[in-house]
């Protein structure tokens, strides 16, 4: 015993008593600092909202397209095809799906080291998640529904532009009843002058009747 520590006898212990070091302990490492949950969350965010690379994304896809036509080449050398037949077969097929190869078409095919691939994946699905719910992906801000002051004063906005709406409407509204009683005044005026002139006519032709009655009564007297 040293210490206090160790056996007070070895009798039944099966060792010799004496208190040694453990040569298989392994000191932990002192400049090693683990990260904070909240800094492995930035990490995470930071590493899903990653922007892709897209010449890598297109090598990926150039790299898959390759590997198509290889095995379709093999196929092609076993049936006993000559080269220039496959040559311009390989280049037919090449080019009928280098146009129609979608890497991130089907999530469940992306690695786990296709990290471009997952962010663009990851890009696409958060994008249809918010035409779903109908949020504007150019207006978006990551946490702005849990800040109160940009909330109020996006309250505020949303209040003065339904107000300038209703008064915009209210504006509008009375232009057309403005020129309602614009035309129908105008309509009346016309009508009252068209009335004028129709009895100015008729009072003008019963004049000349009149006249060729009294001609037509005084040539007959001067006949008799």
Not at 49 to 70: A, S, Y
Not at 132 to 150: C, K, P, Q, T, W
Not at 204 to 210: A, F, G, P, T
């Amino acid at each position: 015993m040293y210490g206090n520590v160790g056996l007070s006898t070895p009798r039944g212990s099966g060792t010799n008593g004496y208190v040694v070091r453990n040569l298989s302990f392994i000191r932990p490492r002192k400049d090693i600092q683990i990260e904070s949950l909240d800094e492995a969350k930035a990490n995470s965010s930071a590493f899903a909202n990653r922007k892709p690379n897209q010449e890598i994304m297109d090598h990926e896809k150039k790299r898959q397209v390759e590997l198509k036509c290889i095995a379709f080449q093999q196929k092609l050398e076993e049936a006993g095809r000559s080269e220039e037949e496959i040559e311009e077969e390989v280049n037919a097929y090449r080019q009928s799906i280098l146009a129609s190869i979608d890497i991130v078409k089907d999530n469940k095919n992306i690695q786990e080291y296709q990290t471009h691939h997952l962010s663009q994946a990851k890009i696409m699905e958060n994008e249809k998640m918010m035409r779903a719910l109908g949020i504007n992906s150019l207006d978006y801000v990551e946490g702005a529904a849990f800040d109160r002051d940009l909330q109020e004063l996006k309250k505020r906005e949303r209040i003065a532009q339904r107000e300038k709406e209703i008064e915009e409407r209210h504006k509008k509204s009375e232009e057309r009843e403005r020129d309602l009683r614009e035309r129908e005044k105008k309509r009346e005026t016309n009508r009252k002058k068209n009335e004028k002139q129709r009895s100015i006519h008729r009072e003008r032709d019963r004049r000349s009747v009149e006249k060729d009655v009294d001609k037509k009564y005084s040539h007959q007297r001067e006949e008799k």
